[in-house]
């Protein structure tokens, strides 16, 4: 059983389109994470996000920490190709610092 | 300044061997992580090494698998008498610290196969 659930697991759109994908959990978290993953790569650092209802803002994407830090979501203006990966979320939930990631879900972004 | 290695890229053994992979994080950093990834799946916590406390071992999959750090930097993970389900990427990461909101910087991963 996932702490966190992703969804979807899989979505592609055509260069151009918006999408938005959600990373969500019962448990409370003190932090929670965004990564890129491509193939063949580890994963890469997108954004922290660290206070219930922050919003944050990297170029075209937008991510938003839910008002009680159970759930996430990453949203994609304008997709492009290079926008293309896994993206996986992940979440600490003790003082321990151990993170707890999610299945992730894959984005194809067609020309 | 260098990022996390992994050593080697890729791996293909025979069942019933045993495999070390190796990890050598970001210099300075204190936290370390294993990871376990499927194809096309999420990330499957293995260990976490933080300073000179003693590691969580919570998510090792079974006895076959260990793991150490030696002075605090680099890390071997251990396999023993290899199965076909240990197929995968194992991926290390290491943070500046393992507090609440540390960054992981992840290494390439190896790959390794079990035939």
């Known amino acids: 059983t996932q702490l966190l659930e992703q969804s979807p697991q899989f979505l592609s759109i055509q260069e151009g389109e918006n999408l938005t994908v959600y990373c969500n959990s019962s448990?409370?978290?003190?932090?929670l994470q965004w990564y890129r993953q491509e193939p063949g790569e580890g994963p890469v650092l997108l954004v922290t996000?660290?206070?219930?209802?922050e919003v944050k803002k990297l170029k075209r994407l937008t991510f938003q920490f839910g008002d009680a830090r159970k759930d996430s979501s990453l949203h994609i203006t304008a997709a492009q190709p290079g926008d293309t990966g896994l993206y996986l979320c992940?979440?600490?939930?003790?003082?321990?610092?151990?993170?707890?990631f999610g299945a992730g879900t894959q984005v194809v972004v067609t020309p | 300044g260098a990022g996390v290695s992994q050593s080697p890229s890729n791996k293909v053994t025979e069942k019933g061997k045993d495999v070390e992979l190796r990890c050598d994080p970001i210099?300075?950093?204190?936290?370390l992580y294993w990871y376990r990834q499927s194809l096309g799946q999420g990330l499957e916590f293995l260990i976490y090494?933080?300073?000179?406390?003693?590691?969580?071992k919570s998510g090792l999959p079974s006895d076959r698998f260990s793991a150490e750090r030696t002075g605090g930097s680099v890390s071997t993970l251990t396999i023993q008498r290899t199965q076909q389900e240990d197929s995968a990427v194992y991926l290390c990461?290491?943070?500046?610290?393992?507090?609440?909101?540390?960054?992981?910087?992840f290494g390439p991963g190896t790959r390794l196969t079990v035939t």
């Open positions: 990461a290491s943070s500046l610290a393992g507090t609440q909101i540390g960054e992981q910087y």
């Open positions: 448990s409370v978290f003190s932090s």
């Open positions: 996000v660290v206070t219930g209802g």
């Open positions: 992940a979440g600490v939930t003790d003082s321990w610092g151990k993170f707890q």
């Open positions: 210099s300075g950093h204190t936290a």
């Open positions: 090494f933080q300073g000179n406390s003693a590691p969580d």
